[in-house]
T-cell receptor, first 112, second 115 residues
Framework: QQQVKQSPQSLIVQKGGISIINCAYE??????FPWYQQFPGKGPALLIA?????SEKKEGRFTISFNKSAKQFSLHIMDSQPGDSATYFC???????????FGEGTQLTVNP | NAGVMQNPRHLVRRRGQEARLRCSPM?????VYWYRQLPEEGLKFMVY????????ESGMPKERFSAEFPKEGPSILRIQQVVRGDSAAYFC?????????????FGSGTQLSVL
């Protein structure tokens, strides 16, 4: 049973534009929602994370928006740059454990 | 401070052979997680270990796969009698402690290719 659904599967954005990636989860027992960035040949790296007690978190050009009632959260990349081209994964973690459950990933391409 | 180290980076095995993947966590980290990534897919949880203990192995296939994290040395993911479907990238992550407040730090992975 897939617990985290991520969309879109791929995204092409022009330099300077806004990239938006969405995730929906099913289990209300999740309490930690990170986003990871992965470059080819590398492991995922934590980008930004949010807990359900806030609706938005911003770090530089990256913002997470969290909608607890809809069980959705999204990543916004403002002023997207070619160096942001990577695969992005949302993830969730339950209240009773420390393992992460990942979405299927979004391949982001930022054109110059 | 070195990050999570995985080796080898690339491993080629023929069907029926054994694959041993190693993971050295970050210094001071005593919790290790193994994930598998198939082409064009997300990361799938396999197993979570603490030193000398398996905490959660709910994502491990029932046969041919095993993992350990001894008191001394790296964590080992072992795949016996590999098949072509085992071809994937295997990632290890570590954290200083378990629990819901811990960040996971990933290694660069081992790409396993089964011929």
């Amino acid at each position: 049973q897939q617990q985290v659904k991520q969309s879109p599967q791929s995204l092409i954005v022009q330099k300077g534009g806004i990239s938006i990636i969405n995730c929906a989860y099913e289990n209300t027992a999740f309490d930690y929602f990170p986003w990871y960035q992965q470059f080819p040949g590398k492991g995922p790296a934590l980008l930004i994370a949010i807990r359900p007690d806030v609706s938005e978190k911003k770090e530089g050009r990256f913002t997470i928006s969290f909608n607890k009632s809809a069980k959705q959260f999204s990543l916004h990349i403002m002023d997207s740059q070619p160096g942001d081209s990577a695969t992005y994964f949302c993830a969730t973690r339950g209240t009773s454990g420390s393992r992460l459950t990942f979405g299927e990933g979004t391949q982001l391409t930022v054109n110059p | 401070n070195a990050g999570v180290m995985q080796n080898p980076r690339h491993l080629v095995r023929r069907r029926g052979q054994e694959a041993r993947l190693r993971c050295s966590p970050m210094k001071g980290h005593s919790h290790v997680y193994w994930y598998r990534q198939l082409p064009e897919e997300g990361l799938k949880f396999m197993v979570y270990l603490q030193k000398e203990n398996i905490i959660d192995e709910s994502g491990m296939p029932k046969e041919r796969f095993s993992a350990e994290f001894p008191k001394e040395g790296p964590s080992i993911l072992r795949i016996q009698q590999v098949v072509r479907g085992d071809s994937a990238a295997y990632f290890c992550a570590s954290s200083p402690r378990g629990g819901t407040n811990e960040k996971l730090f990933f290694g660069s992975g081992t790409q396993l290719s089964v011929l």
